[in-house]
């Protein structure tokens, strides 16, 4: 049987509308399991680019800030968005390109970590977690990630 060419690209890919994703990814992080998709947009450029394949993984520890996090929006679209700040029953995140940070965001929402990415068949160390992402974090809360981005292109023009 043809497999509907609507919902399969390949034959390993399988493209999913929100709600079936939204289930899928909740199962697969309840039941403690990595998985890898494939991200759109550009809310976390330079990071995390149009196209690149990232592993979520789901979290098991306390989330820190600095740490890429991947959450269901209401209507069940998957979010990938760095967390700027840690509160008591949550965390707001905010996506790196971005001008604003998110509404405070439940850890129940919370369907994993981000914990690799890979570009071209390479993997992308920088700004994911630990310190570069701490630094990447606090540098996008103080509304100097974009300024810094700007200047870095005006001077390798």
């Not at 929402?109 to 981000?114: E, L, M, Q, W």
Request: glycine share 8%.
């Amino acid at each position: 049987m043809q497999p509907h060419s609507q919902y399969i690209r390949h034959r390993t890919e399988q493209t999913l509308s929100a709600p079936p994703f939204a289930r899928l990814a909740i199962d697969l992080s309840v039941a403690g399991r990595p998985f890898k998709v494939a991200v759109y947009g550009t809310s976390m450029f330079p990071f995390i680019r149009n196209g690149d394949v990232i592993t979520i993984t789901p979290f098991r520890s306390r989330i820190r800030r600095g740490r890429v996090i991947a959450f269901l929006r209401r209507d069940g679209r998957l979010i990938i968005h760095r967390v700027v700040k840690v509160l008591p029953d949550g965390v707001i995140t905010k996506g790196d390109n971005l001008p604003e940070t998110d509404t405070p965001l439940s850890f129940e929402r919370i369907i994993g970590t981000v914990n690799t990415v890979h570009r071209n068949d390479r993997r992308i160390r920088f700004g994911v977690a630990g310190i570069s992402g701490m630094l990447v974090a606090w540098l996008s809360l103080c509304d100097w990630l974009l300024p810094l981005r700007r200047l870095r292109r005006r001077l390798i023009r």
